[in-house]
C-alpha cells in the first residue's frame, strides 16, 4: 500500500486535478492521498493559503470579510466549474468556512490555524466528491475522526505517540482515503497546524502508521537535484540518496521537502519518492535508509539565508563549568532554539535564525549574558548564509574540506564559520549572505565537476 502527498501546485486547478486522478487510477495500491491547498497555477497567482491568512486577519481586525470570503470561494468555484461538480460541494465550502469565522477568537493563534486549515480540509472534501464522481470508490477522512492527535498550544505543533496507532486503521479501508495535510486536533478538540511543509509532515505520519510499502510525494519536479536549478545550470539529477542526506539538504534550503517531514517515515523505514505530478513515469528520487556507494562523495550542496550570529569570548571559558548551560538556558528562557554552537578555548558562536530575533530581544540576550555570565565580549550580527556540503561519502574522503575552503577562498569571500556533525554527513559554512550564490556556484564546480572514474 502506497500514500501520496500532492503539494499545491500540483492540485492548483481543476486540470491539475484530473492529472492526480489519473495517477491514481494507474495504481491501485495507491490508497491513501493527503492533499496541500489548492497554490499557484501561475507565476503572479495567489495561493490559498494566502487568501486565508488575510481572511483570518481582517476577522482578527474585526473587518468586512466578505470581500476576502468571495476571493477564497471563488478559487474553489473556478476548480468545482473544471471538474463538473454540482453546486452541492461549494456550499459545503461556503457553510464552513462561514463557521470557522463565527468561532471563538479569544486565542487568535488557534483562530488563525483554524481558518488556515480550511484549505487543506475543504480541497479534500472536493477531491473526493470528484474521484467518486469518475467512477473511484473514495472517502474524505477527517483527521479528528481518524485520530491524529497533536500537542496543545502553545508548544511547537508535533503528533501524539498515540496518533500512529489510531491511524493505522486507515490500511483496512477499501477506498481511496482523502486526507487533508497541514493540521490535526488536540485532546482538547482543538485544531493545530503543522509548521513549514505541514502536509509533507501529514503524509510522513500516515505512511509510519499504516508502514506503507512507499511514501509518494509529488511535486512538479522529476527529482531531487544537486544543487538549485535557479542558481546552477542544469545541475546533476540525485536518483537515490538517504534519509540522512535528505534531512540536511531540506535543512539547508532544499524546498522539494520539508526536513522534519522525513522523521516519521524514518523511524519505520518507509522508502520515499519525490515524483513529479506533471510527468508521474519519471522515476523520481527515492530516499531510503541506505544506499549504494558513490564515486563522489558529496550528493548536494544547499544554502540557506536568514542566520545571526551570537559571539560570546570570555577568558577561560573553557574551564568554566556550567558556562554553556546557562547561556543556553539563556536563550531557553527568550524562547530562541539554536542551528550549530561552533567553539574555541575562549569563545563560543551560537548560530541562530534571524526570525526568532528582534530589538528588543537581542538587548535583553546581550544584556543578560554580560551581567550573568560575565562574558567579554557579547555581540550578534545578522545576514549570514549557510552553505552546506552533503554526501555519505564524505567521512571516508579525505582532503575534502580543503577542497571546499579552497574553492570559497577563489571566490573571494570569506568563511565566517566551519561546522561538521559528528556524524560527518555534512560539512556547514557560515558566509556572508551577499556571498552566498558565488560560493554556491564554486562549489558545485569543484565538486561535480566531470570525474574520471578510475
Partial sequence: MKVCKFGGTSLASAQQIKKVAAILKADPSRKIVVVSAPGKRYDNDVKVTDMLISLSQAALCNEDVEDYLSN?????????????LGK????????????????????????????????????????????????????????????????????????????????????????????????????????????????????SILAAAIKADLYENFTDVDCVFAANPSIVENPEEIHKMTYREMRELSYAGFAVLHDEALMPAFKESVPVCIKNTNNPLAAGTMIVAKREHSFRPVTGISADSGFSTLFVSK???????????????????????YEHTPSGIDNLSVILRSHQLNTEKEARVVHRIKNELHADEVNIHSNFSMVVLVGEGMKNTTGLAARATAAISRTGANIEMINQGSSEVSLVFGVLKKDETKILKELYKEFFSPVLVQ
Avoid: C, H, W
Fill in 72 to 84: 477564497v470561494i471563488d478559487r474553489y468555484a473556478q476548480i468545482a466549474n473544471g471538474l463538473e
Fill in 88 to 203: 452541492e460541494i461549494l456550499d459545503i465550502i461556503e457553510l464552513d468556512l462561514r463557521n470557522r469565522l463565527a468561532s471563538d477568537k479569544g486565542n487568535p493563534g488557534l483562530f488563525f490555524d483554524q481558518l488556515k486549515a480550511s484549505g487543506e480540509d475543504n480541497l479534500a472534501k472536493l477531491v473526493a466528491v470528484y474521484l467518486t464522481s469518475i467512477g473511484l470508490l473514495a472517502e474524505y477522512i477527517n483527521p479528528k475522526d481518524a485520530g491524529l492527535l497533536v500537542n496543545d498550544f502553545p508548544e511547537r505543533v508535533q503528533a501524539l505517540p498515540e496518533s500512529y496507532n489510531r491511524l493505522s486503521a486507515l490500511k483496512d479501508k477499501s477506498a481511496i482515503s482523502v486526507f487533508p495535510g497541514f493540521f490535526g486536533y488536540t485532546s482538547k478538540d482543538e485544531l493545530r497546524t503543522f509548521e513549514r511543509g505541514g502536509s509533507d509532515i501529514t503524509g
Fill in 315 to 337: 577568558y577561560l571559558m573553557n574551564r568554566e563549568i556550567g558556562f554553556g548551560r546557562k547561556l543556553l538556558q539563556i536563550l531557553e528562557d527568550e524562547e530562541i532554539s
